[in-house]
């Protein structure tokens, strides 16, 4: 590990999901959604 | 001593056994879902027409957010909730946000049916199982090392459904399309994505060790928060309330079909923990042939029809159990389940979640020292509120004049309940709802 990175351990669980491309997929894909539910209606 | 009398043998033979019973109770549960998902549409179909599309949802969706506080309260009471909260308070995120997705999908699927008719309407959202297949493979190492036999079985019967259900809506349309068709291809090319992409934090949460009923408590906040938020948005707050007030004869049935909904919904989450996303999915995707079948023999939708629909409704189903039964036989193999386990240790390590409890709840068992689900009064307390409201509203609920055939009627719930008693009790010996 670089030891300029932050250690996993210490890294609150916002960050966590924050720094998780998995949550990203979700949450834009919402957007997306309501990006789409907006201009439909 | 031979090889084959060694402990470490026998407990390499327990954990391959273990493994083909969780596979086993994980397509049963996918099974089950489809039934308890399709029959969700049953009471909904009692409701005259005249109540605005996103009243109905909303007012289905206060009854699944009130049914999660019934029967699965019984099941694990509050201080499990808690306690799973306590080991990965990050699910709670998760769970919202498949909530969200969920509200925002269903929207979409109203104005995709107004515009498109639900022919052209469901083959396209129904194609939210090849995305999960997507999403699986990419994120949760899901099908990886799964050799080509199994790759088949599972995609190719992805796409049989996917025909399956194609003609299966063509049967069923009544509608003519009207004049916004590619709006209409847009709202259900969108609520197929949000679907399919909904269950990356169901794979999520189920990977980090959260228990299914767990997640659908938070998963029912998240959805009742989004569904109240479109509602108002879309037709203002007076008037929504107008309109709730004039439904309030009919919203016991709509209530019923969320209560049905949520059953069908946890039997969906243990079939995405135990057989993953990319099977987990098109095998609740059989909902349609379930509410097909309710359409056809409860509430005789097809009658008088020319025999080509029937031929198309025929056909479809064989085409739709053809595909389910493709992917039930493709169950994972060892190799692919290291590969599971791999992603289950790289979202432990993220998120700081104990290996032994994330490899036990995988398990579908308990770790040790964890203390037994149990009931306290609040958990007594929130299922007498919550099954009242369902009371008050059945007493004033207004019974449709309608006709109904009471005997298939009778022989499908009878069918769910067998899934309902079969699945559950599997699921209780077997993982203790773990």
Not at chain 2, 139 to 146: G, I, K, V, Y
């Given at each position: 590990m670089n030891a300029a990175e932050p250690d996993p351990k210490t890294r609150g669980w916002w960050t966590s999901i924050f720094s998780d491309i998995h949550f990203w997929v979700p949450v834009a894909v919402l957007m997306g959604g309501l990006l789409l539910l907006r201009f439909i209606r | 001593m031979s090889p084959a009398e060694t402990p470490q043998f026998a407990t390499a033979i327990q954990n391959v056994l273990r493994s083909k019973q969780l596979q086993l109770l994980g397509i049963l549960s996918g099974f089950a879902a489809g039934a308890w998902l399709g029959a969700a549409e049953a009471p909904t179909k009692l409701v005259s027409i005249g109540i605005s599309p996103m009243v109905i949802s909303l007012v289905m969706v206060m009854g699944v957010f009130l049914a999660r506080w019934t029967l699965p309260a019984l099941i694990l009471g509050t201080s499990s909730v808690r306690a799973d909260v306590r080991r990965a308070p990050h699910l709670i995120i998760w769970a919202l946000l498949a909530g969200c997705l969920w509200a925002v999908a269903n929207t979409l699927t109203i104005f995709a049916i107004r515009d498109i008719g639900l022919t052209i309407a469901f083959p396209l959202w129904n194609s939210n199982s090849l995305l999960g297949i997507l999403w699986g493979f990419l994120?949760?190492?899901?099908?990886?090392?799964?050799g080509w036999r199994r790759w088949t079985g599972v995609l190719g019967g992805a796409l049989v459904m996917c025909a399956g259900a194609a003609l299966l809506a063509v049967a069923s349309s009544t509608s003519a399309p009207s004049a916004h068709s590619l709006r209409g291809v847009w709202a259900a090319l969108g609520a197929g994505i949000l679907w399919g992409t909904m269950y990356i934090p169901y794979r999520k949460a189920y990977l980090t060790g959260m228990n299914p009923l767990s997640f659908v408590t938070f998963f029912s906040f998240g959805e009742l928060g989004m569904m109240s938020m479109l509602s108002v948005s879309s037709m203002g707050l007076n008037p929504l309330w107008q309109e709730l007030l004039s439904a309030r004869s009919v919203v016991f049935w709509l209530m019923l079909g969320g209560f049905v909904w949520v059953i069908g919904d946890v039997f969906q989450q243990y079939a995405a923990k135990y057989v993953g996303i990319s099977r987990g999915i098109p095998l609740s995707n059989s909902n349609q042939l379930w509410g097909l079948l309710w359409g056809i023999l409860v509430f005789g939708e097809l009658h008088g029809r020319s025999s080509s629909v029937y031929v198309e409704v025929i056909g479809g189903s064989l085409l739709m159990m053809l595909g389910v039964a493709a992917i039930a036989f493709s169950s994972a193999t060892g190799q692919e389940q290291t590969r599971w386990k791999e992603a289950a240790v790289r979202e432990s390590d993220r998120y700081r979640v104990a290996t032994d409890f994330v490899e036990a709840r995988m398990d579908g068992r308990q770790v040790c020292g964890e203390a037994k689900p149990s009931r306290n009064r609040l958990d007594w307390l929130l299922v007498v509120a919550a099954t009242s409201v369902f009371v008050i509203f059945a007493a004033t609920a207004r019974v449709p004049k309608m006709t109904l055939h009471w005997g298939p009627a009778t022989l499908l719930t009878a069918v769910l309940f067998l899934f309902l008693v079969i699945c559950g009790l599997s699921l209780w010996r077997i993982t203790r709802f773990n």
């Open positions: - | 994120f949760f190492n899901e099908l990886r090392q799964a």
